[in-house]
């Protein structure tokens, strides 16, 4: 049974309510679809499921761009309405007709949608009486069989092409896997040092313009099976191994030296070391504004109908565009858009976003301009460009404040600190980021303490350790092998009695699939409740951040024995500096847990910190 069907302006302006359904909906499915999926660029998906407490509904919609409507639908989730996208599709045709933005009552639609609905209940009725009668058994008629054989082929065929489709599905996993491979990583290659290895190998060219070794060659030797090739090296090579400095080895005895052998600490020019002191490493990044030029590059009109092209297919392309820019089209149909939409998508996939969020990306921008009047002097291709950037630019900033400063004097109001975890998997940086955000607090008069909770890698403690004497900041500690959630619990028992403002709680590296770990996590974030929970990942990875967050959110919600559960708040992006353009990384990790990026790390040193510059990336992505 339908539950509730609205029609509402994307202002917000509820036009008109299904009266004769009149069933009141358990919390807020029409606000959660559009706060999490409509305004989330997520409106190319074909329905929404709303779980609450006791309600379980599943939403679809539709919109009607020209006008700027937007048709809802609510059923409960068990019953599977076979005629709620027909009726949507005959609700929209019928409530243009009669739409008048001056109207604020339609109370004359009642009357229609009754109808309407009827006649959709009735196709789908039709439906179904089609397929029972298509499925029934055969007949001894020689006639009829054929004529069921027939009906049962044509039931195999779609059965086989749902299996194919969903092996397409498995098969599109695998290639988005490939890509991330081929595109994610952002290296460059030293010329001269791979043209002396080239060279040193016998596939080196040796041309003084060539700096990398010849793939076609290298193919080529692969083909012949390996045979001999003449190997020569350069003089300047022999030079620089002979004049290479190789490490002077460490000598260890049964009795060391008075001196203390810590090596982590500064050391002079004669190689004395440094006492380590609070020194100013300068300002951080955080508080630097960057400045960033809004001005566009100028599209060029060549590139969009390729370089390749025929002279006679440019030309037409060229004037078919020019005409719809002056005489306008009348509405803008999905093969209107495929074109360009297809260009985004690989443009975005080869600035590393996932295949599976580029392609949603897509759908949903095609959504929203389907049915659209394309205004005089304006091309497809530019419109499309221009709902995108705004899709993107709406996707990451942030739904809510993140002004970690403002919360932290809010805590410190209530006399307690505040709690900060961060988490993620293994060797993205955690500890360094930890210390660089400590760095940062401590800039702004904010009391920190470390807690160093990762009793699990071996030299986590100490690494932690090194930091917070660096930096001159407490920290709470109990060695190895200890349950991870009570030393956290104890360590923010310590910042309450000493008055420390924040606490800073580094945790174990784990892969998301590492189910004791995980366990481990969920126990610690349900205990001491943080308020704040910091994903670290890497800026360098693709396809996989939308694994790592998936899982990482599915298994907090999953092992958590609270009915309040705790998810990941925010995103610290490091190695932001080593990826060139290759920033899709932030898009996805945004995209698929609706957690902003409030710190993004680019380089080695405390101060290399800073907030992420949306309008920057936008432009990354799309040039």
């Not at 339908?2 to 299904?18: A, H, K, S, V, Y």
């Not at 630019?393 to 004097?409: A, E, F, M, N, Y």
């Not at 699990?456 to 109990?478: C, D, M, N, W, Y």
């Not at 958590?560 to 898009?587: H, M």
Request: with cysteine.
């Amino acid at each position: 049974m339908l539950e509730q069907l609205l029609i509402f302006t994307r202002g917000g302006l509820i036009l008109w309510t299904c009266k004769e359904l009149g069933n009141a909906l358990k919390g807020s499915p029409i606000d959660t679809l559009i706060r999490s999926c409509l305004l989330e660029e997520r409106s190319g998906a074909a329905s929404y499921n709303y779980d609450a407490p006791g309600a379980a509904y599943t939403l679809k919609w539709t919109f009607h761009n020209e006008l700027g409507l937007v048709f809802v639908a609510v059923y409960q989730r068990i019953l599977h309405l076979l005629y709620v996208d027909d009726l949507l599709v005959m609700v929209k045709h019928g409530f243009s007709e009669i739409y008048d933005p001056k109207r604020t009552d339609y109370g004359d639609f009642d009357e229609t949608f009754r109808q309407l609905r009827k006649e959709a209940e009735a196709r789908a009725e039709d439906l179904k009486k089609s397929k029972q009668v298509a499925g029934k058994p055969l007949n001894n008629s020689k006639k009829q069989g054929q004529v069921q054989n027939g009906g049962f082929e044509g039931v195999g065929k779609k059965k086989s092409q749902g299996n194919l489709a969903n092996d397409g599905e498995d098969g599109d996993n695998r290639k988005g896997h490939k890509l991330e491979n081929g595109h994610s990583n952002g290296y460059h290659v030293d010329s001269e040092k791979t043209k002396v290895n080239g060279a040193a190998n016998g596939i080196g060219n040796t041309s003084s313009d060539a700096g990398a070794f010849d793939v076609n060659k290298l193919q080529k030797l692969r083909a012949k099976g390996g045979k001999k090739t003449e190997t020569f090296v350069s003089k300047g090579s022999k030079e620089e191994s002979k004049k290479k400095i190789t490490k002077k080895n460490r000598v260890w005895d049964d009795s060391p030296p008075q001196a203390k052998l810590d090596f982590t600490d500064h050391v002079g020019e004669n190689g004395d070391n440094i006492e380590v002191v609070a020194a100013d490493h300068g300002e951080s990044m955080m508080d630097k504004e960057e400045i960033f030029s809004s001005e566009s590059e100028d599209e060029e009109d060549e590139e969009d109908v390729g370089k390749d092209s025929k002279p006679e297919t440019k030309k037409k392309g060229w004037f078919s565009s020019m005409f719809q820019s002056i005489a306008g089209k009348a509405n803008l149909e999905r093969s209107d858009l495929e074109p360009a939409l297809k260009a985004l998508k690989d443009r975005l996939m080869t600035k590393n976003v996932a295949e599976e969020i580029a392609e949603k990306l897509c759908e949903s921008v095609a959504a929203s301009l389907e049915g659209k009047k394309l205004a005089s002097f304006t091309r497809v291709s530019s419109t499309v460009q221009a709902a995108m950037e705004e899709a993107l630019v709406r996707i990451l900033t942030p739904r809510r404040s993140i002004d970690i400063l403002r919360d932290v004097h809010a805590a410190k109001e209530q006399r307690k600190p505040y709690v900060v975890v961060f988490v993620g998997v293994n060797g993205v940086g955690k500890s360094t980021n930890l210390a660089k955000v400590a760095y940062w607090l401590q800039q702004h008069k904010v009391s920190v303490m470390m807690a160093a909770c990762d009793t699990f890698r071996s030299g986590a403690v100490e690494q932690l350790r090194t930091h917070a004497r660096r930096l001159q900041i407490p920290i709470f500690e109990k060695g190895y092998e200890k349950d991870p959630a009570v030393v956290a619990k104890e360590a923010i028992q310590e910042a309450t009695r000493n008055g420390s403002d924040v606490v800073l709680v580094d945790t174990a590296g784990r892969m998301q699939d590492n189910e004791p770990l995980m366990r481990a996590l969920s126990k610690l974030i349900y205990l001491n409740n943080p308020d704040l929970v910091l994903f670290v990942g890497e800026a360098l990875v693709g396809n996989d951040a939308v694994d790592q967050l998936s899982k990482f959110n599915q298994k907090l919600a999953d092992l958590s024995t609270s009915p309040n559960t705790r998810l990941i708040d925010g995103i610290l992006l490091t190695k932001f500096d080593t990826i060139d353009d290759k920033v899709g990384a932030a898009l996805s990790m945004v995209y698929i847990s609706g957690a902003p990026v409030m710190f993004v790390g680019c380089g080695q040193s405390y101060t290399d910190l800073k907030k992420l510059n949306v309008k920057s990336i936008v432009k990354t992505l799309l040039k």
